[in-house]
């Protein structure tokens, strides 16, 4: 497993931006499936996007499609997600998270290593 560590969250305005990190560590991390999903209080944990070993083929979920982008840099074991015109719906806590596999990268369940969140929180 890969031990994962996220920053970059606070406190934002609507309209404004975040960029969001998350910092690996191992070897392997270059192998790995990385996403990141979210965590809005009373509710479930939620896909939000995900990036393949050599940082093709991002996935996103609809809402965030357009307004978020996924990155790694695997020179830094390190994967981004830039987060522009948020919205108070976007407050949660996100979380990274790293899969062996490349198949199902929206299911929480093919994840095997998680970050500890970072809180995300959008003003109106």
């Known amino acids: 497993q890969v031990q994962l560590v996220e920053s970059g969250g606070g406190l934002v305005q609507t309209g404004g931006s975040l960029r969001l990190s998350c910092a690996g560590s191992?070897?392997?991390?270059?192998?790995?499936?990385m996403g990141w999903f979210r965590q809005a209080p009373g509710k479930e944990r939620r896909f939000v996007a995900a990036i393949n070993w050599s940082g093709g083929r991002p996935n996103y979920e609809a809402s965030v499609k357009g307004r978020f982008t996924i990155s790694r840099d695997n020179t830094k074991n390190t994967v981004y997600l830039q987060m522009n015109s948020l919205k108070p719906e976007d407050t949660a806590v996100y979380y990274c998270?790293?899969?062996?596999?490349?198949?199902?990268?929206?299911?929480?369940?093919?994840?095997?290593?998680w970050g500890q969140g970072t809180q995300v929180t959008v003003s109106s």
């Open positions: 191992g070897r392997a991390f270059s192998s790995y499936t």
């Open positions: 998270a790293a899969s062996s596999t490349s198949g199902r990268n929206w299911d929480e369940g093919a994840y095997e290593s």
